[in-house]
């Protein structure tokens, strides 16, 4: 069955760009799915912070908006989140999800998250 | 923006109660509202989607139900495993895939 894998640096400077990448397996990119970023900060709720279609066809938080870019790599099975001018609220742990693209559907498939601490 | 209101935010039961959660939306989202539960350092577990339909797997236990603005999810008999946190999503539209703040069900 499809899984999914976060990956990328743990720590990120204040004022640099967070960057991480969600390794697809089991199943492919191009099916007929969006692939979202959820965060959740240390002690706190779930922030959802943006989706991608392997068309490349994006929505994203408008609290995030300026931000963020979410971007897909069909030829690595892989999709990929950057954040730029981050500070110490955005340290959080980072999850990738799957949304089937039909009405109702919701994030059935959740990578296991992936921590990631903005700190000098 | 649509804003998602759970209640309690906290809520002690026993094994063997019912417990329902409450999610209200600020404005109408017709059925498109999920379910989750996540256990501390797992990500979330999708429950319920579509505001009452149980996802394959999960236990005949959970239960959702609701339209427009407010939505329940009820645990029949709450079991040792279920002892988690709770939210709601909304899925009606854009520009936010909007989460509820959590209910954090822990044992009396």
């Known amino acids: 069955q499809v899984q999914l894998q976060e990956s990328g640096p743990g720590l990120v400077k204040p004022s640099g760009t967070l960057s991480l990448t969600c390794a697809v397996s089991?199943?492919?990119?191009?099916?007929?799915?969006?692939w979202s970023w959820v965060r959740q900060p240390p002690g706190k709720g779930l922030e959802w912070i943006g989706e991608i279609y392997h068309s490349g066809s994006t929505n994203y938080n408008p609290s995030l908006k300026s931000r963020v870019t979410i971007s897909v790599d069909k030829s690595k099975n892989q999709f990929s989140l950057k954040l730029s001018s981050v500070t110490a609220a955005d340290t959080a742990v980072y999850y990738c999800a799957r949304r089937i693209a039909a009405a109702g559907k919701a994030f059935d498939i959740w990578g296991q998250g992936t921590m990631v601490t903005v700190s000098s | 923006d649509i804003q998602l209101t759970q209640s309690p935010s906290f809520l002690s039961a026993s094994v063997g109660d019912r417990v329902t959660i409450t999610c209200r939306a600020s404005q109408g989202i017709s059925s498109y509202l999920a379910w989750y539960q996540q256990k501390p350092g797992k990500a979330p577990k999708l429950l319920i989607y579509?505001?009452?339909t149980l996802q394959s797997g999960v236990p005949s236990r959970f239960s959702g139900s609701g339209s427009g603005t407010e939505f329940t999810l009820t645990i029949s008999s709450l079991q040792p495993e279920d002892f988690a946190t709770y939210y709601c999503q909304q899925l009606n539209s854009y520009p936010s895939l909007t989460f509820g703040g959590g209910t954090k069900v822990e044992i009396k």
């Open positions: 579509a505001a009452s």
């Open positions: 089991g199943g492919s990119i191009s099916s007929s799915n969006w």
